[in-house]
């Protein structure tokens, strides 16, 4: 009852679980092969060592104690009990090749295996079902994680989408009002406002448009291998339409780079990391933008060289609650949430992502793995 | 002179209004349908040159629009569209759209992409010159010069080159070069084409992280910068 509800629920788990009959087939083998090894094992044994049955009955618990453990239900080590029993009475005990219920002490051999095999498939049986409300509950408790995260981030996005809609609003009905009375200067300035402000706006909705990449529960994303030129290629190239004059030196190995990855979301994370550099370093001097190649991983790292980042912003970079505090209407908005959408995606890629000041300015670095954890998802 | 016309199909105002008002300015005869069936008769009884689709209309989707109108028409037909998915985008230029533009644009990559489209509705005969920055390629005879120097590429190479350059300024996809240089029964693993590509950007760009020439549009294909030989501007037509 349990599993087929679980196996209902997530349709990921079902690759897991075997189908119910290969599960079945898999006990029978592993039955049949137990007994098998118990029998041939105490033939061997009776043959070395005649007349010491006690022993005949350990190698057949033995059995018993595995089949219960990796056979599913009961059923498999009641029968498997049944034949123990009937198999020592049979072959391992005089009259040899008899059945003879009449022996002394059989009953007691038959009731203590049959009860010692109902208790050990009870207890697995209970261990499997254990073991899979665990996983179960560690799901829902990463799913209650992500459902938070996401609330927190509408809530972040929500109180900053207000600000430049109020500036759009607010300049286009001053505009539609009085602009008559207005200078063409006025005129310009009121349209500029708009125009970056719309632009803004525009760039939060790719950021949220690429979370919803990102698929619900599980965190997982659909990788395929791409060359890393060209997504940072094209990344760049999107970054200088939107802001011609950022110089940006880029450094990537000679080398022809491929790594499994969602290429729209590392170009997401990518732009972020750049534009933030260029936004909020303070500096014109150039930034680099470094791509490093390592044994096991790629690692990408944004350097401006500019102010640094606060101490205070050093604690909570990838946070989006940070939001809630006053900082949040400062000239840094939006960095938190382009910060933690970049985060997010980053650790949809099982890679890391990190920032710290170094001499002059601040550095972000993150890392992709290039085959492994990426890739073992599909 | 006869102006350009130009068959606008969108369905919403605020866009439709600033188009409108655009190609107004540059000098285009342009017609406005606010959905798919309005399109369709207009296209047909209003000849345009160029049609500007949105894909999400009212009445039918723009992709069904697309198929309909290629069943008879070759007129160049440009997607505008709101939909950010790759695939997207692939199906509507599998389909025999010549390009695409995602909302939200600007008026001046809208008027980049009109003329272009229109250049190539105009094919020139083949045979003449590419040329852009630095870099010429001469089909005749099949001479790649790159600052005045010439550059060596392979077979393959040099068929992907003059591929993107034959359509230089529009989108290719993957399937498409795919099908035009290894034929239809290569497997739809695009890798052979993605490290060609690479090698071709290591022998034209200085920087292949910051490329000139060839640039790609993730999960779609790549485009070919512009040839300059061919910027003929809007009045000749």
Not at chain 1, 251 to 259: N, S
Not at chain 2, 99 to 128: C, N, V
């Amino acid at each position: 009852m349990f599993r087929s509800l679980s196996v209902k629920k997530s349709p990921r788990k079902s690759f897991r679980l075997k189908p119910p009959f290969t599960r079945h087939a898999i006990s029978i083998l592993i039955c049949a092969a137990c007994m098998l090894c118990a029998t041939l094992a105490s033939f061997l044994y009776q043959h070395i060592v005649p007349d010491n049955h006690a022993n005949v009955a350990l190698f057949y618990i033995l059995a018993l104690v595995i089949i219960a453990r990796w056979t599913v239900g009961y059923s498999y080590g009641i029968a498997c009990t049944l034949f123990s029993v009937i198999a020592i009475n049979y072959l391992f005990t005089y009259p040899y090749y008899k059945i003879n219920f009449t022996l002394t002490g059989y009953p007691i051999t038959f009731l203590l295996m049959s009860g010692i095999t109902l208790i050990l498939c009870t207890m697995t049986s209970h261990m499997t079902i254990q073991s899979e409300m665990i996983a179960e509950r560690e799901k829902r408790l990463a799913e209650a994680e992500m459902e938070k995260m996401r609330a927190n981030l509408l809530r972040a996005i929500s109180h900053d989408l207000r600000t430049p809609l109020t500036g759009i609003i607010g300049n286009s009905s001053l505009f539609l009002e009085s602009q008559n009375d207005l200078s063409s200067t006025e005129q310009r300035t009121i349209m500029t406002n708009i125009y970056e402000d719309s632009n803004w706006l525009l760039n939060m909705v790719e950021n949220l448009l690429s979370v919803t990449r990102i698929q619900g529960d599980s965190l997982s994303i659909n990788t395929t291998e791409e060359p890393v030129e060209e997504v940072v290629g094209e990344a760049l190239e999107k970054l200088e339409k939107r802001y011609p004059d950022a110089a940006i030196r880029v450094k990537i190995p000679e080398e022809f780079l491929m790594i499994p990855m969602d290429a729209v979301l590392i170009e997401q994370v990518t732009i972020n990391l750049l534009e933030n550099a260029i936004v909020h370093s303070g500096s014109i001097l150039p930034i680099d933008f470094i791509v490093e190649d390592h044994p096991e991983h790629v690692s990408f790292i944004v350097r401006d060289y500019g102010k640094g980042l606060s101490e205070e912003k050093l604690q909570n970079l990838f946070e989006t609650s940070t939001y809630n505090n006053s900082q949040s209407s400062d000239s840094r908005k939006g960095m938190g949430i382009g910060l933690s959408i970049c985060k997010t995606i980053i650790t949809a890629h099982h890679g890391t992502l990190s920032g710290r000041n170094h001499a002059d300015g601040a550095e972000f670095c993150f890392t992709l793995p290039k085959v492994g954890a990426v890739a073992s998802e599909k | 002179m006869n102006k350009i016309k130009v068959l606008l199909i969108e369905d919403d105002r605020s866009i439709s209004n600033f188009i409108t008002a655009t190609m107004d300015r540059e000098g285009y005869k342009i017609m406005h349908a606010l959905n798919g069936r309005e399109g369709l008769s207009l296209s047909t009884s209003f000849c345009p040159n160029v049609i500007l689709l949105d894909l999400g209309l009212p009445d039918m989707d723009g992709l069904d629009v697309l198929q309909k109108l290629r069943s008879w028409s070759d007129v160049p037909v440009i997607i505008i569209s709101a939909r950010t998915k790759e695939q997207e985008k692939v199906s509507a230029l599998d389909l025999g759209a010549d390009d695409y533009i995602t909302k939200p644009f600007g008026t001046g990559e809208l008027m980049a992409r009109i003329r272009t489209s229109l250049r190539h509705s105009h094919a020139q005969t083949p045979g003449h010159v590419y040329k852009t920055l630095d870099l010429e390629i001469d089909f005749e005879k099949r001479l790649i010069r790159l600052r005045g120097e010439e550059v060596h590429l392979t077979q393959i190479e040099y068929q992907l080159l003059t591929l993107l350059a034959e359509n230089s300024g529009r989108v290719l996809t993957y399937s498409y070069i795919m099908n035009a240089i290894w034929g239809p029964y290569m497997d739809n693993n695009n890798q052979i084409l993605r490290v060609n590509m690479a090698n071709i950007r290591r022998k034209l760009e200085q920087n292949p992280a910051q490329p000139q020439y060839v640039f790609t549009e993730i999960g779609v294909g790549y485009r070919m910068r512009e040839n300059e030989n061919g910027a003929i501007p809007a009045e000749r037509f």
